[in-house]
């Protein structure tokens, strides 16, 4: 049992190092899109969730993974999707935040908490009276929202009121 | 090579099964690894019929989005735009991968999608239809995403565990589709008095397609538990809507509902002119080169 564990925890160590293909300052364990590494009948098999449905790195993420792997030692690699639960972005480690605010990329706020007994209430102007995204580069809390999106699904578009410099804040989902 | 030198084009030169000629070419199976058994007790011949409906309504909807690419007023929607699109597009990549799954005749997403003529395609004429104007397209975006988050809040209780699981996941999307339309809605309908007019004949135009939205179908009545009653999601879209029209100044259209054919629509298969040619671009690539990956 404890050369599985070893040989696991290596394999664990290594699908957790692989740079997310969007985001490549942070990995596949930063955001919390690595779910869990097991053995399955002599086959490795590694667990990743994506972040939002039509995420097109997912592809990416699994190639990744396997030639990554490969490249360590593990040749039968099986990569699977779990859907539920549903990818959140309060699953992004503490280190993935600052490597996120590093690169001039802010980090999410708490994401509100969902209410499955009921429809999700409507919040008009929401989007403007969200709490403050302190500016990642000069650290300023006065910032307005240019974009509910931006370049990919997790991401919105925000421009600092002191130092002007646009920059992207990761949607609290 | 160290970690550092790791980047994602470098899978692409290696020589292993990868099979991607490029950066974001090679789909895998969106739902691999999934439990996709159909649960004891439902009809999965219902379940698939009942994700193709679901899967249609996104996929339809998220090409007519797509057609709106490089004509919108701002960069900034674009990317809107693009990203709901896209968004749209993963939740029919599931529901027809899911349908295929539950159908057991083992047909694929791509199968589904680019090898089913009109009459085969379950999706709601309110996908279908092209929007007039920018106010055509944020009016429909805000009654399609209301509509459509009301139906996967209900999901999200469904005893199919993957139909669950995707509209789990669609909820966080849509909950933000939806802030985005209403939030349009408001800024033209409380604008100048051009965007008013626009907004409110936006309205007009779409509202004959929102009864069908909650018609009853076969398909839904087969699968008690599984699926949700269209009827009974009328309630929290009324409330939806009256919302937004009233901070907006827009008045809640008063149009006879769009006729069926020979009291078939949509979900029977029974589609606009319109469709037909979106269909055409959508699926003429793949009929052209019916072997071809990527």
């Known amino acids: 049992m404890t050369a599985i564990r070893t040989v696991l925890a290596a394999a664990r160590d290594v699908a957790a190092r692989v740079p997310d293909p969007e985001l490549p300052m942070v990995t596949l364990a930063d955001l919390g899109i690595l779910r869990d590494v097991t053995a399955e009948d002599g086959q490795l098999v590694v667990t990743i969730t994506p972040t939002y449905s039509g995420c097109p790195a997912i592809a990416e993420i699994a190639h990744d993974l396997k030639h990554r792997l490969r490249q360590a030692g593990f040749d039968a690699v099986t990569v699977r999707t779990a859907l539920a639960p549903a990818w959140t972005s309060d699953w992004i480690t503490p280190a993935g935040r600052q490597k996120l605010a590093a690169a001039g990329i802010a980090p999410p706020h708490p994401a509100p908490v969902a209410d499955r007994q009921g429809p999700v209430p409507l919040v008009l102007g929401a989007t403007r009276r969200r709490p403050p995204v302190p500016c990642p580069r000069c650290g300023s809390p006065g910032t307005t929202q240019t974009a509910a999106f931006s370049a990919t699904a997790c991401k919105a578009l925000y421009r600092c009121d002191a130092c002007r410099e646009p920059f992207e804040y990761i949607k609290d989902i | ?294």
């Open chain 2, 1 to 294: 090579m160290t970690d550092d030198e790791f980047t994602v084009y470098e899978g692409l030169a290696a020589d292993d099964e990868d099979h991607r000629w490029a950066f974001g070419t090679g789909f895998t199976d969106p739902l691999e690894g999934v439990d996709t058994s159909v649960p004891d007790g439902v009809d999965s011949v219902a379940l698939a019929a009942y994700c193709l409906m679901l899967g249609d309504d996104a996929l339809v909807y998220s090409h007519r989005l797509q057609q709106w690419i490089t004509r919108m007023p701002e960069l900034e929607e674009e990317t809107a735009l693009a990203n709901i699109a896209l968004d749209l597009l993963g939740q029919a990549r599931m529901l027809l991968a899911r349908a295929g799954r539950a159908e057991g005749a083992g047909r694929g997403e791509d199968q589904l999608a680019f090898f089913r003529d009109e009459n085969e395609f379950r999706n709601v004429r309110l996908a279908e239809t092209v929007d007039g104007d920018f106010a055509e397209l944020t009016g429909r975006l805000l009654i399609f995403s209301a509509w459509r988050l009301a139906l996967f809040g209900q999901l999200t209780g469904s005893a199919d565990p993957v139909l669950a699981a995707i509209a789990a996941k669609g909820v966080k999307e849509l909950s933000y589709h939806r802030e985005y339309a209403a939030e349009w809605v408001i800024r033209l309908g409380d604008g100048t008095a051009l965007s008013h007019a626009k907004m409110q004949a936006a309205l007009e135009v779409i509202w004959p397609a929102v009864d069908e939205l909650f018609r009853a179908d076969a398909v839904t009545a087969m699968l008690p538990g599984v699926a949700a009653d269209p009827a009974m999601l009328r309630g929290e879209v009324d409330e939806v809507l009256r919302t937004v029209l009233a901070a907006a100044g827009l008045d809640r259209p008063d149009r006879p509902p769009m006729a069926a054919v020979a009291g078939k629509a949509g979900r029977d298969g029974v589609h606009t002119e319109a469709f037909g040619y979106l269909l055409a671009e959508l699926q003429s690539v793949a009929r052209a080169h019916p072997a071809a990956t990527w």
